[in-house]
């Protein structure tokens, strides 16, 4: 979630110590993450759909929208940075439970009625429909699948639900945090600074040598840069208070950044441009930030994660049901199927961040109380 924190030492009546975090919202990177889940899951709509934009159109969506799921890696990095920035080594198991609580309920609940659905032949069969084919579910790559670690195995099939190679990837990112916090926290700005812009060229490399990768080597060092960007980043703005007026510059800088990757067709800048975007507006004085801040777009940033696992199980079982082909490849009809589709997905990804997501991250706090409680005798 989109917040600054501050760790405090709480201890117990029954002894011992515990971490808690005190948080501070920050609405507008809660609320950007919510827009780029969204145009993640309308580019995957494009293309299982049958209407097709114009070829130059086509060409310059399929260089520029990959990139989106790279923002969410350098927003993570902004965000954990200043979450755990005074991480110690006493608090790593708090620290390890919370980041699997966030992740394993929602997905193992997806991947459960994957399973559910394969071993009775529902949906699942042979010449289901694009983007889900059987290969896509063999029985015998579900353990990699289920812990999240078939991203490090180099499996081009049998991931079962495809964007969680994202989340199969950011764990080896929590795991590396810790340590390249203990490198980097002590550092002055300038050092820090230098270090973004290493990170930022490092971005530019990955997503022009292996942009569109989900699997092996590809995808981890994909995903590590953008992680990697953002955590200096974070740092950076926890150290630097800078005017209203640099604030403002950085938006802007990038906004136009990505609308001139966007122009250029060179998605390689969009996960660059979005982490000055993200420092700008972690500081809540632009106008960016305050357009982002509107009640309906931050619930869209709560629900994101909900919104990202299940639109791929949503968007085979939709078009299972409600086959596009018996249809005319008309924008009009499009755009109905899409709304639709839309909607449906945002009233379960709320059904989902209600009842599976937040129940997750409470149980943290319920086994923290638990081991608050004295031993009897």
Request: net charge positive; proline share 6%; glycine share 10%.
């Amino acid at each position: 979630m989109a917040f600054h924190f501050r760790r405090d030492i709480v201890k117990p009546a029954g002894g011992g110590n515990f971490v808690r975090y005190l948080v501070r919202d920050i609405p507008s990177l809660t609320a950007i993450r919510g827009l780029a889940a969204v145009a993640v899951v309308w580019f995957h709509l494009y293309l299982t759909s049958v209407y097709r934009l114009s070829p130059a159109v086509q060409t310059r969506l399929f260089d520029v929208c990959p990139t989106l799921v790279d923002f969410f890696f350098v927003l993570s990095g902004f965000i954990l940075a200043q979450v755990y920035e005074d991480l110690r080594g006493r608090d790593l198991g708090d620290y390890a439970l919370r980041r699997a609580l966030r992740i394993y309920p929602l997905h193992l609940s997806v991947i459960g009625v994957m399973v559910i659905c394969t071993a009775f032949s529902v949906i699942w069969v042979q010449d289901g429909p694009v983007l889900w084919q059987a290969h896509e579910v063999e029985w015998k790559t579900l353990p990699l699948a289920a812990s999240l670690l078939y991203p490090y195995f180099g499996l081009a099939d049998g991931y079962w639900n495809p964007p969680s190679w994202t989340m199969g990837v950011e764990l080896s990112c929590y795991v590396g945090l810790p340590v390249g916090l203990v490198l980097l926290r002590r550092l002055p700005p300038a050092a820090l600074g230098a270090i973004a812009l290493l990170a930022a060229g490092g971005v530019l490399w990955a997503q022009t040598e292996m942009a569109g990768s989900w699997a092996g080597l590809s995808c981890i060092v994909r995903g590590w840069s953008g992680f990697w960007l953002g955590v200096p980043l974070g740092l950076l703005a926890l150290r630097l208070t800078p005017p209203r007026a640099a604030v403002m510059l950085l938006e802007v800088a990038g906004v136009l950044g990505i609308a001139g990757a966007i122009a250029c067709d060179y998605g390689p800048l969009i996960p660059v441009a979005a982490g000055t975007l993200v420092w700008g507006m972690s500081y809540e004085g632009g106008y960016v930030a305050r357009l982002l801040s509107l009640r309906p777009v931050v619930y869209l940033g709560k629900i994101s994660f909900s919104i990202y696992v299940l639109h791929m199980l949503l968007l085979h079982t939709f078009w299972y049901f409600w086959p596009q082909l018996l249809y005319p490849a008309s924008l009009a009809v499009t755009l109905l199927r899409y709304s639709v589709f839309m909607t449906v997905l945002l009233t379960l990804a709320g059904l989902s961040y209600q009842y599976i997501e937040r129940p997750g991250m409470r149980f943290h706090r319920h086994l923290r109380r638990l081991s608050a409680i004295p031993a009897a005798g």
